[in-house]
């Protein structure tokens, strides 16, 4: 019988090549993970809209109705303006602020009790990116309901514009400072109890006690001088001046409160989160 030699010495046949992508570099930023972290906060609220954005636009509406028709407030006048123009810019910065502080918060807050914020805590994020990440997305929520509630308010108020910087500047300012908050209250809360004593008894007081349905020169010498202490008062008044040109303060003082306050916050948060506090096991 014949049979073939085995050699045992042949070469081997050469394994396909691969192309292997290089390791990508993050740099000192890591620039597209907090975009997607950003990307995260805006798709959470955007696919339950109704609840996010048009309910609050819809209940900022039914504040405007019963103040102006039910209360029989249709021609009384506020600082020189018809009541409810005077009301419009309280509840759309009340409603901005309100939501800006939910989303950070119960984002958060959901992901520690569902027991997936490894899931952002995992990546390459550092503690300023994911509190740039966590904020803006508060921010943008806020200011999309602001948007939401000044058109859904529009054909039951003539709006005004006095100054377009001082609203820009008053309600994305705002949307910062209770975003940071929601932040904060979102790594500090171990259920939703904890939330929403923060929310019933700090949030909603501060900002229906500091000017959003009427002016503090209307409140005793001692209640304004209380309301000055009070950063919301300074938010919702710098607001309402760049509608209707009306404040109860002195713009710049408002500007450098709430600059201050927002950079105190910014702080206090990165340095909360850069600590793991209630964050890391």
């Excluded at 914020?117 to 602001?146: K, N, Q």
């Excluded at 009306?246 to 600590?275: F, Q």
Aim: proline share 6%; hydrophobic share 50%.
């Amino acid at each position: 019988m014949n049979t073939e030699s085995i050699s045992f010495n042949r070469p081997l046949s050469t394994p396909p090549a691969f192309d292997v992508p290089p390791p990508r570099t993050i740099g000192s930023v890591n620039w597209r993970g907090m975009w997607e972290l950003y990307l995260k906060e805006v798709r959470r609220f955007r696919k339950v809209i109704l609840q996010t954005i048009a309910a609050p636009a819809i209940t900022g509406l039914m504040f405007l109705l019963v103040m102006k028709y039910a209360y029989g407030r249709n021609t009384a006048l506020v600082a020189g303006y018809p009541f409810a123009d005077f009301l419009v810019p309280g509840l759309v910065i009340m409603a901005m602020v309100q939501n800006a502080f939910a989303n950070s918060s119960t984002s958060i807050l959901g992901a520690k009790v569902q027991g997936n914020i490894v899931d952002v805590l995992m990546p390459p994020l550092s503690a300023l990116e994911l509190t740039i990440g966590w904020t803006l997305g508060g921010v943008t929520r806020g200011a999309v309901v602001g948007t939401a509630t000044l058109v859904t308010m529009s054909p039951f108020a003539d709006l005004h514009v006095y100054n377009l910087g001082l609203i820009l500047f008053h309600g994305l300012a705002g949307c910062l400072m209770m975003s940071t908050v929601g932040v904060l209250s979102g790594i500090w809360a171990e259920k939703f109890d904890h939330m929403a004593a923060v929310s019933n008894f700090i949030v909603t007081p501060l900002t229906f006690l500091s000017g959003t349905f009427y002016t503090i020169d209307r409140l005793p010498q001692w209640a304004q001088q209380l309301a000055r202490f009070n950063p919301f008062f300074y938010n919702i008044d710098g607001f309402r001046h760049g509608f209707l040109g009306h404040e109860s303060s002195d713009p710049a003082t408002g500007i450098a409160v709430i600059t201050v306050v927002n950079a105190m916050l910014l702080i206090w948060c990165y340095r909360v989160v850069k600590s793991g506090y209630k964050l890391k096991a």
